[in-house]
Nanobody, 128 residues
């Protein structure tokens, strides 16, 4: 049984930092691309980042480029999202997902949720 579990969310002031973690169990971690997504109240879910299975390619949404960094640790079957210089508009539920094949077009697709294994999310709230 595949389980994807996010952690590390919380309340932080604008300009602060948080590191999210996502642990995937029950799958061969090396075989999966990993993505971070977020959904703010009243908005659609959007892709934040996607990292290839070998970490050679990492993609970011324009809104987080230069502030967020996604990495993966194969020994721990864990994906990370380091979030710096946080803004109130980064407030959302953050989700981690594992999928096969390539990042594109999955992580920017409006129906990305139809594919792969998803966690339950971790809340990030940035106060102004």
């Amino acid at each position: 049984q595949v389980q994807v579990v996010e952690s590390g969310g919380g309340l932080v002031q604008a300009g602060g930092s948080l590191r999210l973690s996502c642990t995937a169990a029950g799958l061969t971690f090396d075989d999966y691309i990993m993505g971070w997504f977020r959904q703010a109240p009243g908005k659609e879910r959007e892709g934040v980042s996607c990292i290839s299975w070998d970490s050679r390619s990492t993609y970011y949404a324009d809104s987080v480029k230069g502030r967020f960094t996604s990495t993966r640790d194969h020994a721990k079957n864990t994906l990370y999202l380091q979030m710096n210089s946080l803004k109130p508009e980064d407030t959302a539920m953050y989700y981690c997902a594992a999928a096969r094949f390539s990042c594109y077009p999955w992580w920017v697709s409006s129906n990305a949720r139809d594919r792969g294994y998803w966690g339950q999310g971790t809340q990030v709230t940035v106060s102004s």
